[in-house]
């Protein structure tokens, strides 16, 4: 079974601009999670989607956003980028949502704002 | 206190020794544990999950859950070089069911 892929793999902004990132999860995931991993603030969750919905949100600002489409691929974007938003940009798919699933990364997207 | 808490090292253990990895928690109710290995520059790989008390085995490796003393920690026997990574804790947030992680354990086996 595939795993969960990311693109773009890297990624190379400057300030003030925008960005989308794509991630499709496993197959028969309909749980798709993002999340942001610093080397200061570590592993930090943004949101979660299933099935189209958005289930919880971690504490970023509004320049975060996400969405998932119908056949459970996922994007996320950053508006108004800052130089702070740069980072490893994960994303995880689980078969199940909520506390019990286990969930499956993807290699990242490695943002970097200048 | 934090949600999630791991020592972050580093944690340097001879190859063929027993690598022993520490996390505790502060939900008391919490369910669902699960350990993470990264590589450097690299994505957290799943390889362990535990949902019961006691030890729970697969291969060379061996969580330990005690939810009395809100405790878990993960076993690595016969270490191996390859083993060298840091080590993540992530436990679920009850409240809005987040995976939350630890800082992670960077564990070094010294051949």
């Known amino acids: 079974k595939a795993g969960v892929t990311q693109t773009p793999r890297y990624l190379i902004k400057t300030r003030g601009q925008q960005v989308t990132l794509s991630c499709s999860p496993i197959?028969?995931?309909?749980?798709v999670s993002w999340y942001q991993q610093t080397p200061g603030q570590g592993l930090q969750f943004l949101f979660e989607y299933f099935s189209e919905t958005q289930r919880n949100k971690g504490n970023f600002p509004g320049r975060f956003s996400g969405r998932q489409f119908s056949n459970s691929r996922s994007e996320m974007n950053v508006s108004t980028l800052e130089l702070g938003d740069s980072a490893l940009y994960l994303c995880?798919?689980?078969?199940?949502?909520?506390?019990?699933?286990?969930?499956?990364f993807g290699p990242g997207t490695r943002l970097t704002v200048t | 206190q934090k949600e999630v808490e791991q020592n972050s090292g580093p944690l340097s253990v001879p190859e063929g020794a027993i690598a022993s990895l520490n996390c505790t928690y502060s939900d008391r109710g919490s369910q669902s544990f699960f350990w993470y290995r990264q590589y450097s520059g690299k994505s957290p790989e799943l390889i362990m999950s535990i949902y019961s008390n006691g030890d729970k085995e697969d291969g060379r490796f061996t969580a330990q859950l005690n939810k009395a003393s809100q405790y878990v920690s993960l076993l690595i026997r016969d270490s191996q070089p390859s083993d060298s990574a840091t080590y993540l804790c992530?436990?679920?947030?009850?409240?809005?069911?987040?995976?939350?992680f630890g800082t992670g354990t960077r564990l070094t086996i010294i051949p």
């Open positions: 197959s028969g995931h309909r749980s």
């Open positions: 992530a436990v679920p947030n009850r409240r809005n069911e987040k995976l939350t």
């Open positions: 995880a798919s689980s078969g199940l949502a909520g506390e019990f699933g286990e969930q499956y």
